[in-house]
Protein backbone atom coordinates (compact mmCIF):
# COMPACT_ATOMS: atom_id res chain seq x y z
CA UNK A 1 0.00 0.00 0.00
CA UNK A 2 1.24 3.50 -1.01
CA UNK A 3 1.90 6.25 2.11
CA UNK A 4 0.30 9.61 0.80
CA UNK A 5 2.56 12.15 -0.02
CA UNK A 6 0.79 14.22 3.23
CA UNK A 7 0.33 14.90 6.20
CA UNK A 8 -2.61 15.53 8.58
CA UNK A 9 -1.54 18.87 9.09
CA UNK A 10 -1.31 19.00 4.88
CA UNK A 11 -5.03 18.57 5.05
CA UNK A 12 -5.78 20.80 7.86
CA UNK A 13 -4.00 23.46 5.92
CA UNK A 14 -5.73 22.31 2.65
CA UNK A 15 -9.04 22.43 4.43
CA UNK A 16 -8.26 26.21 5.53
CA UNK A 17 -7.78 27.10 1.51
CA UNK A 18 -11.02 25.28 0.43
CA UNK A 19 -13.20 27.14 3.39
CA UNK A 20 -11.50 30.20 2.41
CA UNK A 21 -12.97 29.54 -1.56
CA UNK A 22 -16.20 29.05 0.06
CA UNK A 23 -15.99 32.25 2.08
CA UNK A 24 -14.88 34.36 -0.68
CA UNK A 25 -17.96 32.99 -3.17
CA UNK A 26 -20.28 33.18 -0.71
CA UNK A 27 -19.53 36.83 0.05
CA UNK A 28 -19.51 37.22 -3.71
CA UNK A 29 -16.13 38.19 -3.84
CA UNK A 30 -14.76 36.27 -7.06
CA UNK A 31 -14.56 32.68 -7.91
CA UNK A 32 -14.26 29.48 -5.67
CA UNK A 33 -10.68 29.66 -5.11
CA UNK A 34 -8.59 29.82 -1.56
CA UNK A 35 -5.53 29.72 -0.47
CA UNK A 36 -2.88 29.36 1.89
CA UNK A 37 0.98 29.77 2.97
CA UNK A 38 2.59 28.11 5.74
CA UNK A 39 5.71 28.41 7.00
CA UNK A 40 7.08 26.49 9.66
CA UNK A 41 3.93 24.71 10.21
CA UNK A 42 2.21 28.00 10.63
CA UNK A 43 -0.60 30.53 8.22
CA UNK A 44 1.12 33.19 7.64
CA UNK A 45 -1.09 34.53 5.08
CA UNK A 46 -4.31 33.59 3.22
CA UNK A 47 -6.72 35.17 0.43
CA UNK A 48 -9.46 34.01 -1.98
CA UNK A 49 -10.59 35.54 -5.62
CA UNK A 50 -11.13 39.02 -5.45
CA UNK A 51 -11.46 39.17 -9.04
CA UNK A 52 -15.11 40.67 -9.11
CA UNK A 53 -15.69 42.61 -6.38
CA UNK A 54 -12.04 44.41 -6.59
CA UNK A 55 -12.15 44.52 -10.47
CA UNK A 56 -8.92 43.52 -10.75
CA UNK A 57 -8.35 40.35 -12.75
CA UNK A 58 -4.83 39.45 -11.10
CA UNK A 59 -6.65 38.98 -7.62
CA UNK A 60 -6.84 35.09 -7.36
CA UNK A 61 -6.82 33.73 -4.26
CA UNK A 62 -2.44 32.18 -5.02
CA UNK A 63 -1.49 36.10 -5.92
CA UNK A 64 -3.75 37.26 -2.91
CA UNK A 65 -1.63 34.64 -0.70
CA UNK A 66 1.33 35.10 -2.18
CA UNK A 67 1.39 39.40 -1.79
CA UNK A 68 0.08 38.96 1.54
CA UNK A 69 3.02 36.50 2.78
CA UNK A 70 5.62 38.23 0.98
CA UNK A 71 4.85 41.55 3.08
CA UNK A 72 4.39 39.72 6.37
CA UNK A 73 8.24 38.64 5.70
CA UNK A 74 9.74 41.45 4.29
CA UNK A 75 10.64 39.33 1.17
CA UNK A 76 10.16 38.89 -2.56
CA UNK A 77 10.76 34.88 -1.72
CA UNK A 78 8.88 32.45 -0.24
CA UNK A 79 11.97 30.30 0.97
CA UNK A 80 10.84 27.83 3.16
CA UNK A 81 7.41 28.02 2.88
CA UNK A 82 4.63 25.97 0.90
CA UNK A 83 1.73 27.04 -1.02
CA UNK A 84 -1.82 24.90 0.15
CA UNK A 85 -4.69 26.32 -3.17
CA UNK A 86 -7.92 25.11 -3.48
CA UNK A 87 -7.13 24.24 -7.30
CA UNK A 88 -4.45 23.60 -9.41
CA UNK A 89 -2.94 27.18 -10.45
CA UNK A 90 -3.82 29.21 -13.31
CA UNK A 91 -0.30 29.87 -15.72
CA UNK A 92 -0.50 33.39 -13.94
CA UNK A 93 -0.86 32.02 -10.52
CA UNK A 94 1.88 29.46 -11.44
CA UNK A 95 4.27 32.26 -12.71
CA UNK A 96 3.68 33.85 -9.60
CA UNK A 97 4.24 30.53 -7.23
CA UNK A 98 7.57 30.08 -9.50
CA UNK A 99 8.53 33.70 -8.90
CA UNK A 100 7.60 33.60 -5.03
CA UNK A 101 9.69 30.17 -4.91
CA UNK A 102 8.30 28.45 -2.26
CA UNK A 103 9.51 24.64 -1.42
CA UNK A 104 6.23 22.96 -2.41
CA UNK A 105 2.61 23.35 -3.32
CA UNK A 106 -0.12 21.17 -2.92
CA UNK A 107 -3.77 21.45 -4.51
CA UNK A 108 -7.31 20.32 -4.63
CA UNK A 109 -9.39 20.51 -7.45
CA UNK A 110 -7.46 19.80 -11.11
CA UNK A 111 -7.23 22.03 -13.96
CA UNK A 112 -10.13 19.97 -15.60
CA UNK A 113 -12.27 20.11 -12.80
CA UNK A 114 -12.25 24.04 -13.02
CA UNK A 115 -13.05 23.71 -16.63
CA UNK A 116 -16.09 21.94 -15.79
CA UNK A 117 -17.50 24.73 -13.77
CA UNK A 118 -16.38 27.47 -16.89
CA UNK A 119 -12.91 28.23 -15.88
CA UNK A 120 -10.88 27.04 -18.53
CA UNK A 121 -7.79 28.22 -18.29
CA UNK A 122 -6.45 25.91 -21.59
CA UNK A 123 -7.05 28.97 -24.01
CA UNK A 124 -3.78 30.64 -22.39
CA UNK A 125 -1.97 27.57 -21.95
CA UNK A 126 -2.76 27.56 -25.97
CA UNK A 127 -1.93 30.77 -26.46
CA UNK A 128 1.59 30.94 -24.31
CA UNK A 129 2.84 28.35 -27.28
CA UNK A 130 1.96 30.12 -29.81
CA UNK A 131 4.71 32.14 -31.99
CA UNK A 132 3.73 35.46 -30.64
CA UNK A 133 2.76 36.78 -34.50
CA UNK A 134 0.08 34.32 -34.17
CA UNK A 135 -1.75 35.04 -30.57
CA UNK A 136 -5.60 36.04 -30.70
CA UNK A 137 -4.25 39.73 -29.12
CA UNK A 138 -2.11 41.70 -30.86
CA UNK A 139 1.54 42.05 -29.28
CA UNK A 140 3.50 44.78 -31.12
CA UNK A 141 7.00 45.28 -30.67
CA UNK A 142 7.94 49.29 -30.63
CA UNK A 143 11.14 51.40 -29.49
CA UNK A 144 13.24 48.08 -28.57
CA UNK A 145 16.50 49.95 -28.94
CA UNK A 146 15.49 52.14 -25.92
CA UNK A 147 14.17 49.26 -23.35
CA UNK A 148 17.23 47.59 -24.48
CA UNK A 149 19.16 50.45 -22.92
CA UNK A 150 17.59 50.08 -19.57
CA UNK A 151 18.10 46.40 -19.57
CA UNK A 152 21.76 47.07 -20.13
CA UNK A 153 21.82 49.75 -17.48
CA UNK A 154 20.46 46.88 -15.14
CA UNK A 155 23.10 44.26 -16.33
CA UNK A 156 25.62 46.98 -15.48
CA UNK A 157 24.21 47.98 -12.08
CA UNK A 158 26.46 47.21 -9.44
CA UNK A 159 23.56 47.71 -6.57
CA UNK A 160 20.80 45.58 -7.32
CA UNK A 161 19.19 43.17 -5.73
CA UNK A 162 19.11 39.97 -7.84
CA UNK A 163 16.09 37.87 -7.80
Not at 122 to 135: A, C, G
Request: aromatic residues 10%.
Amino acid sequence: MNTPNYTEEDKKFMQRAIALAELGMDANAGGPFGAVVVKNGEIIAEGHNNVTSTNDPTAHAEVVAIRRACEKLNSFQLTDCVVYTSCEPCPMCLGAIYWARPKKVFYGCNREDAAEINFDDQFIYDEIDKEVDNRSIDFVRILRDEAVTVFNKWADKHDKTAY
